[in-house]
């Protein structure tokens, strides 16, 4: 698994800093996140000091969620962005779709989704394949999910279809800091600090070694903004959460 | 940080029965691979693409729509 062979076989993508072939990324991050899976919420706690919670509430006021719409939470893991959606939106349903198994049934089991059971769905599925009909769909997000998909267009291309016109994506994700100084210092913090906590929290060294490898590798905000573009979205923007440690991106399907 | 906090993966809970598919999501899903509507087999656990020719496994009352994991049907 350590090998890096893909140079000369075909297409090649990017496991944290690793070239590996296309069709090992999916493998290799299922393996990450069954590895994390048990651990993931406190794990996220203290990644980010709690902050990842400001964040997601920082979607929901952007998202501003309203009656009786329908949310595909993809990359919904453990269910927290679909909790706070339809705890601000009555009669709203959401679908909780996750490649990894493992981390649907720890989402299935926090008291908020036996609460919420009633709106809620969980599916295991690709966000490259989506397994559901067009137009289906009043929001897309994805929350820290986008940057683990092996073609990121080909995942905003099936967000597209799958939301109704009228229907807007909104994207979670670490980013970039404008500012250099604070990358710097940004850096040294993750590539230092966070792959050892994950060997003291979780007992799982490398998989968050891949996860501070795979932030540093995604797209910064404008690249970024540009391919949801490229996916036929508009009105396209962005705001930086905590100085571009993270940012929200928003397109509508018109 | 002792090591003995690990050990909380306990599951002192009473197992729960497994929880059943729902036959409302039968409508909101299609085979990823074709698009095609699926029916579901409550026998086997499946939700089948007759289309596509694959059968999409039911574990736990979660349904796994990954290509990879889905039994190919012959015929």
Known sequence: MTDQTGADHGKTTHFGFRDVEEGQKAGLVHEVFTSVASKYDIMNDVMSLGIHRLWKDAMMDWLAPRAGQRLLDVAGGTGDVSFRFLERAPQSQAVVLDMTESMLVAGRKRADAEKLSERLSWVTGDAMKLPFPDNQFDVYTISFGIRNVTRIPDALREAYRVLRPGGRLMVLEFSQLPNPMMQKAYDLYSFNVIPPMGQMIAGDRDSYQYLVESIRKFPDQDTFATMIRDAGFEQVKYRNLSLGIAALHSGWKI | ?75
């Open chain 2, 1 to 75: 940080m002792t090591d003995d906090t690990q050990s909380s993966a306990r599951s002192d809970a009473p197992r729960r029965n497994a929880p059943a598919f729902d036959r409302k999501m039968l409508e909101a899903l299609v085979c990823p691979h074709s698009h095609a509507v699926l029916s579901f087999d409550a026998e086997r656990q499946e939700l089948v693409s007759k289309a596509a020719h694959l059968a999409y496994p039911i574990r736990d009352g979660i349904p796994i729509m990954l290509i990879d994991e889905a039994r190919r049907l012959d015929d």
